[in-house]
T-cell receptor
Framework: QKEVEQDPGPLSVPEGAIVSLNCTYSNSAFQYFMWYRQYSRKGPELLMYTYSSGNKEDGRFTAQVDKSSKYISLFIRDSQPSDSATYLCAMSGTLGAGSYQLTFGKGTKLSVIP | GAGVSQSPSNKVTEKGKDVELRCDPISGHTALYWYRQSLGQGLEFLIYFQGNSAPDKSGLPSDRFSAERTGGSVSTLTIQRTQQEDSAVYLC?????????????FGEGSWLTVV
């Protein structure tokens, strides 16, 4: 079992739809959870950052972490064509050996159709 | 500069040649990372530098890969005797310090094609 599982998609939705992106993980040491957005031929851009369990909201984006289920989600409300990109989940542990290493999912490719 | 800067942005090289990829991290960031992103794969950790500490090279896939960081700033990733399977995007990132709580910022990558 890979440490982080993410459905690669592709996921295609109409403009204005609510998008749900998810990752599951197996390493209970992960404490920090991130979502990166990567446009074609660009580097990953940090979108959301969450520590431990709970929700975090930033504009149209909401990140959720459920550590008991080892499951994280990113919701995009009122999706726009400019949201079309690959979304990567990433996670890391607390201070200590290897804590700086981010473990990534493979990314979900999202297309928002006007 | 404002962000992590990488060069070259694109490189096509012949199999067996050596390549050097350069990374200039965000000013003031002491931690520097190299990741590799292959087609259809997630980002793969390669190497990590933090200040004057010995780098963590545990992610380097073979001894053909090496990296150095001079003066605690600019880093160079070198791939010797390139193979076709080395074709990938090589991403450099930096953060203020080590530890899972620090935000890691990525450059736009060096797109390497080995023919």
């Amino acid at each position: 079992q890979k440490e982080v599982e993410q459905d690669p998609g592709p996921l295609s939705v109409p403009e204005g739809a609510i998008v749900s992106l998810n990752c599951t993980y197996s390493n209970s040491a992960f404490q920090y959870f991130m979502w990166y957005r990567q446009y074609s031929r660009k580097g990953p851009e940090l979108l959301m950052y969450t520590y431990s369990s709970g929700n975090k909201e930033d504009g149209r984006f909401t990140a959720q972490v459920d550590k008991s289920s080892k499951y994280i989600s990113l919701f995009i409300r009122d999706s726009q064509p400019s949201d079309s990109a690959t979304y990567l989940c990433a996670m890391s542990g607390t201070l200590g050996a290897g804590s700086y290493q981010l473990t990534f999912g493979k990314g979900t490719k999202l297309s928002v159709i006007p | 500069g404002a962000g992590v800067s990488q060069s070259p942005s694109n490189k096509v090289t012949e199999k067996g040649k050596d390549v050097e990829l350069r990374c200039d991290p965000i000013s003031g960031h002491t931690a520097l990372y190299w990741y590799r992103q292959s087609l259809g794969q997630g980002l793969e950790f390669l190497i990590y530098f933090q200040g004057n500490s010995a780098p963590d090279k545990s992610g380097l896939p073979s001894d053909r890969f090496s990296a150095e960081r001079t003066g605690g700033s600019v880093s160079t990733l070198t791939i010797q005797r390139t193979q076709q399977e080395d074709s990938a995007v090589y991403l450099c990132a930096s953060s203020l310090a080590e530890g899972g709580g620090n935000t890691i910022y990525f450059g736009e990558g060096s797109w390497l094609t080995v023919v």
